[in-house]
């Protein structure tokens, strides 16, 4: 038999099989990964075939993963914990009001996301406060940023309900996880998206942050339109990538596009001539933004490692 994990306790995992029960499982005797060192070798979103054992559940196989998202464990250093397994996609809320976002923490979002493989939709919501022409302005320039690098953007408003269908037909068939600074209207969106879902996912965050565990465990969701979305409950973003210092340019997808033109092959995009990437942010084809936050990543860390911070 064969099914999804959409809860995981490290010694518990929730299955729903394919044909359609929820089934506690447990997995069979010792069970390793090649090449990662997690403390959990199953996580939500992983395919998994099992058998039963009474009515339990016991996992022998995982399907391969097309991604995962980790962090490092607290108390053991060289292990990490996977969070999710086969996200389709993130999508990250910003509000340039209420609060206000900055594009150095989507910038430093983004990288990881990129690292991680995993696309990413930016929605910007409570557009219904965004009134007077300076703020109109502003959403013009985050727009026109985020389009040079290639990513989906929507306007939103939970509020008045504009753009809440196209999140919906993005959702359809997928696996999301929502991501975002503290009250830019993450649960506001899921309740609007299905009223049903939103009272268990605050149930479990609310129990999570009161609990005493220091690990937090995520949880797939189903939605009534055939969405599925990853809780977790914790996570505010993925500062937990470590990249190499001169592979950085490769996570923003602009850079990345131009790199090959560069005179040098090692070019690190700051002091070399005949740059492609400083030639396109002259051309205004590389928002400056974008290339500003490149350097600080770049320059944020001696010991040739990238590792985002504050998030
Ligand atoms: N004006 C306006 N307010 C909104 C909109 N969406 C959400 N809000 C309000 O913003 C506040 C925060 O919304 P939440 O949905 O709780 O935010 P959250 O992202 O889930 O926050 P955390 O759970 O703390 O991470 C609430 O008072 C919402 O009513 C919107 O589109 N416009
Ligand atoms: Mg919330
Ligand atoms: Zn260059």
């Given at each position: 038999?064969?099914?999804?994990?959409?809860k995981?306790?490290?010694?518990?995992y929730e299955?729903?099989?394919?044909s359609g029960?929820?089934?506690q499982?447990?997995l069979?005797?010792?069970?390793r990964?090649?090449?990662?060192?997690?403390?959990?070798?199953?996580?939500?979103?992983?395919?998994v075939a099992f058998?039963?054992?009474?009515?339990?559940?016991?996992?022998?196989?995982?399907?391969e993963?097309?991604n995962?998202?980790?962090?490092?464990?607290i108390?053991?250093?060289?292990?990490?914990?996977?969070?999710?397994?086969?996200v389709?996609?993130l999508?990250?809320?910003i509000t340039?009001?209420n609060?206000?976002?900055?594009?150095?923490f989507?910038?430093?979002f983004?990288v990881g996301?990129?690292a991680?493989?995993?696309?990413?939709?930016?929605?910007?919501?409570?557009m219904?406060?965004?009134?007077?022409?300076?703020?109109?302005e502003?959403?013009?320039?985050?727009?026109?940023t985020?389009?040079?690098?290639?990513?989906?953007?929507i306007?939103?408003?939970v509020k008045?309900g504009?753009?809440?269908?196209?999140v919906?037909?993005?959702?359809?068939n997928k696996?999301s996880i929502f991501s975002g600074?503290?009250?830019?209207?993450?649960?506001?969106?899921?309740n609007?998206?299905?009223p049903?879902?939103?009272?268990r996912v605050?149930?479990i965050s609310a129990?999570?942050?009161s609990?005493?565990?220091?690990?937090?465990?995520?949880?797939?969701?189903e939605?009534d339109?055939?969405?599925?979305?990853?809780d977790?409950?914790?996570?505010?973003?993925?500062?937990?990538?470590?990249?190499e210092?001169?592979?950085?340019?490769?996570?923003?997808p602009?850079m990345?596009?131009?790199?090959?033109d560069?005179?040098?092959?090692?070019?690190?995009?700051?002091?070399?001539?005949?740059?492609?990437?400083?030639?396109?942010?002259?051309?205004?084809?590389?928002?400056?933004?974008r290339?500003?936050?490149?350097?600080?990543?770049?320059?944020?860390?001696e010991?040739e490692?990238?590792?985002?911070?504050?998030?």
């Amino acid at each position: 038999m064969e099914g999804l994990v959409v809860k995981s306790t490290g010694s518990w995992y929730e299955i729903m099989s394919d044909s359609g029960n929820r089934i506690q499982a447990r997995l069979k005797g010792k069970f390793r990964i090649k090449g990662l060192k997690s403390t959990n070798p199953v996580s939500v979103g992983d395919r998994v075939a099992f058998e039963m054992e009474g009515d339990e559940g016991v996992i022998f196989k995982i399907a391969e993963r097309k991604n995962y998202i980790i962090r490092k464990s607290i108390n053991l250093s060289k292990q990490v914990q996977i969070i999710a397994a086969n996200v389709d996609q993130l999508f990250l809320m910003i509000t340039l009001k209420n609060p206000k976002t900055f594009m150095g923490f989507v910038d430093r979002f983004l990288v990881g996301a990129e690292a991680y493989r995993i696309p990413v939709v930016l929605l910007y919501n409570k557009m219904d406060l965004l009134k007077s022409e300076v703020e109109k302005e502003e959403v013009e320039n985050w727009k026109l940023t985020y389009d040079l690098a290639g990513y989906h953007q929507i306007e939103l408003s939970v509020k008045d309900g504009r753009g809440i269908e196209k999140v919906r037909e993005l959702m359809k068939n997928k696996v999301s996880i929502f991501s975002g600074h503290s009250g830019v209207g993450k649960s506001s969106l899921i309740n609007a998206l299905d009223p049903k879902l939103d009272l268990r996912v605050n149930q479990i965050s609310a129990s999570h942050q009161s609990g005493k565990h220091t690990t937090t465990f995520a949880e797939l969701f189903e939605l009534d339109f055939g969405a599925k979305i990853i809780d977790t409950p914790g996570i505010k973003g993925y500062g937990n990538v470590e990249l190499e210092k001169a592979h950085l340019a490769h996570y923003f997808p602009e850079m990345r596009l131009r790199m090959n033109d560069c005179k040098f092959a090692d070019c690190a995009h700051i002091n070399e001539p005949k740059c492609a990437i400083k030639e396109a942010m002259v051309e205004g084809e590389i928002a400056e933004s974008r290339y500003f936050n490149y350097l600080s990543m770049y320059e944020q860390d001696e010991n040739e490692t990238y590792r985002p911070k504050g998030y």
